[in-house]
C-alpha cells in the first residue's frame, strides 16, 4: 500500500489547512502512519502519528495546533493544521515506516 499526501497551499499566518493522505489500498492494517515535513535547508521531522486503534502522538512543536485522525473507510490519514505560522512552511510527507516517502505536498506560510 503506497501512501501519497496532497492539499497543500499558499495560506495566510494564522489561517488553517487539512492535509490527506490517501492510500492506495485498505488501511485497515497499517499499524502506524505519520506525518513528517521537511523545510528548506533543514533535516524531516516528525510531527504526529497514529496507530490502527487511534492512538496519537505529536510533536512538542506543533501539539495543540494540529491534529492527525484516520478514517479507514476512506483508506485516509488527515492532518489538521491550525494558527499555522510562516514558520510551518515546509513540504509535508505521510509515511507508514517504509523507505518511499513520495513527492510530499508543499504548505507555504506567509506572513
Known amino acids: 500500500v503506497q501512501l501519497q499526501a496532497y492539499g497543500g497551499g499558499l495560506v495566510t499566518a494564522g489561517d488553517s489547512l487539512r492535509l490527506s493522505c490517501a492510500a492506495s489500498?485498505?488501511?485497515?492494517?497499517?499499524?502506524?502512519i505519520g506525518w513528517y515535513r521537511q523545510a528548506p535547508g533543514k533535516q524531516r521531522e516528525f510531527l504526529a502519528g497514529?496507530?490502527?486503534?487511534?492512538?496519537?502522538s505529536y510533536a512538542d512543536s506543533v501539539k495543540g495546533r494540529f491534529t492527525i485522525s484516520r478514517d479507514n473507510s476512506k483508506n485516509t490519514v488527515y492532518l489538521q493544521m491550525n494558527s499555522l505560522k510562516p514558520e510551518d512552511t515546509a513540504v509535508y510527507y505521510c509515511?507508514?515506516?517504509?523507505?518511499?516517502w513520495g513527492q510530499g505536498t508543499l504548505v507555504t506560510v506567509s506572513s
Open positions: 509515511n507508514r515506516g517504509t523507505p518511499d
Open positions: 489500498g485498505s488501511i485497515v492494517t497499517i499499524n502506524y
Open positions: 497514529i496507530t490502527t486503534g487511534g492512538t496519537t
